[in-house]
């Protein structure tokens, strides 16, 4: 009897919701290689012992999560495409990125892992700048796009950004254009949460 009137009134909870758009939760989306580790110019991080947290995005995350942003990484990998790293190399690295991330953020590391390793001559709609990795994470998720915000390092990660309708921040020397928002440098992530 509970039950059956606990389930009509989810049912009519949702409906009440439908009408304002399926799509509620929010998102803070995560380029890998220069905003969660040190970017190493030019190669890959193969192995544990060449990810080097970029110490600096930990409070940051922190506060987004707490204030209800899921933390989901798009990162592009085409060393396995190259056949520079093996695809469970990477998935090696993946892990202890997140047993590193849970130590630093109360046992939790990332709420979800997008990576495309496919070349980047293969134009896949999932490899950045393309937003397919984004777009699949907003469906998967139920994520409202305009509260959703990308911090990246490239060019390109900007772009796949503003392709899926989200928020852009890129860290570095870029044309002031490129994104909704630069930071030049790591020191200013924190201050990145006064705009959530
Ligand atoms: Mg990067």
Request: glycine share 8%; with cysteine.
């Amino acid at each position: 009897m509970w039950e059956c009137m606990l389930f009509v009134w989810k049912n009519e909870y949702g409906c009440s919701h439908v009408n304002e758009g399926m799509n509620t939760n929010k998102a803070l989306f995560l380029d890998r290689d220069g905003v969660i580790n040190h970017r190493i110019v030019g190669g890959y991080v193969r192995n544990q012992h060449e990810f080097i947290l970029q110490s600096e995005i930990i409070p940051l995350l922190r506060a987004a999560r707490q204030m209800g942003y899921l933390l989901i990484l798009v990162s592009n990998q085409q060393g396995v495409g190259k056949g520079v790293m093996t695809l469970e190399e990477l998935e090696h690295v993946h892990e202890y990125m997140q047993e590193v991330l849970a130590s630093e953020l109360d046992g939790k590391g990332l709420d979800d892992i997008n990576y495309c390793t496919e070349l980047a001559s293969a134009n896949s709609i999932r490899r950045k700048p393309a937003p397919g990795m984004l777009l699949e994470a907003i469906s998967e998720h139920s994520l409202d796009p305009t509260l959703c915000w990308f911090i990246g390092d490239s060019v390109s990660d900007a772009q796949a950004g503003r392709a899926a309708g989200v928020h852009t921040v890129l860290i570095g020397e870029h044309p002031a254009e490129s994104a909704d928002v630069i930071i030049p440098h790591h020191s200013g992530l924190l201050a990145l949460i006064d705009l959530f």
